[in-house]
């Protein structure tokens, strides 16, 4: 089935260490986006990525990192330097970067810091 | 003021109830809107995309009101399964494929 898959579901971090969220896609799409949402507000962009070996800040890039060195893969990895990381990351991709392409959802990983 | 701004709700409503949502969003110039619906605890997925003469989908309707920068969601003969919150989502002028997201509207149909 094709689709977008994140893993793992849930991420348990111990203060002072970077973790990597997995983003995989085998949709073809060239565009892919991370977000995080915290209650209350909306989604926030952190990073995206129009194009393999490719990739631009979001709003809110500090304390994170992207690299995408396949199509398919769009790894974040959450720093020691993000001071508030607990949230629910969400990776989605899209066909192209262009103004009418619709985003679409990997089902999320919840990490929690301890 | 935010760049997109919904009522968070929660709307609670009978089944078979009509329900609407409504969206502000600030930027005069903004090139698309959609709406996304999102399960408690999932990822979330397109409803429908708004056009500016407006479209229906089934029960669902959605218009645009440019000139007074909202845009809006009408369920029709609401169901138990349209419970989910609503987000509103836009697409500020500048090019790419940046979204903006609102905090969402819940609705919870009852029996």
């Known amino acids: 089935d094709g689709g977008i898959t994140q893993s793992p579901k849930y991420l348990f971090r111990k203060e002072g260490q970077n973790v990597t969220l997995s983003c995989e896609q085998n949709l073809n799409h060239d565009a892919m986006y991370w977000y995080r949402q915290d209650p209350g507000q909306g989604l926030r962009l952190i990073y995206y990525?129009?194009?393999?070996?490719?990739?631009q800040k979001g709003d809110i890039a500090e304390g994170y990192s992207v690299s995408r060195e396949k199509k398919e893969s769009f790894p974040l990895t959450v720093t020691s330097a993000q001071k508030n990381p607990t949230a629910f990351y969400l990776c989605?991709?899209?066909?192209?970067?262009?103004?009418?392409?619709?985003?679409?959802f990997g089902p999320g990983t919840r990490l929690l810091v301890l | 003021r935010k760049e997109v701004e919904q009522d968070p709700g929660p709307f609670n409503v009978p089944e078979g109830a009509t329900v609407a949502f409504n969206c502000t969003y600030s930027n005069s110039a903004s090139q698309s809107f959609f709406w996304y619906r999102q399960d408690c605890r999932k990822e979330p997925k397109l409803l429908m995309s708004v056009y500016s003469s407006g479209n229906e989908d089934g029960r669902f309707t959605a218009q645009l009101n440019r000139a007074s920068q909202y845009i809006s969601l009408l369920i029709r003969d609401s169901k138990l399964s349209d419970s989910a919150t609503y987000l509103c989502v836009v697409r500020p002028p500048g090019g790419g494929n940046k979204l903006t997201f609102g905090t969402g509207t819940q609705l919870k149909v009852e029996l």
């Open positions: 990525s129009q194009i393999v070996n490719d990739f």
């Open positions: 989605a991709s899209s066909i192209s970067s262009g103004n009418q392409e619709t985003q679409y």
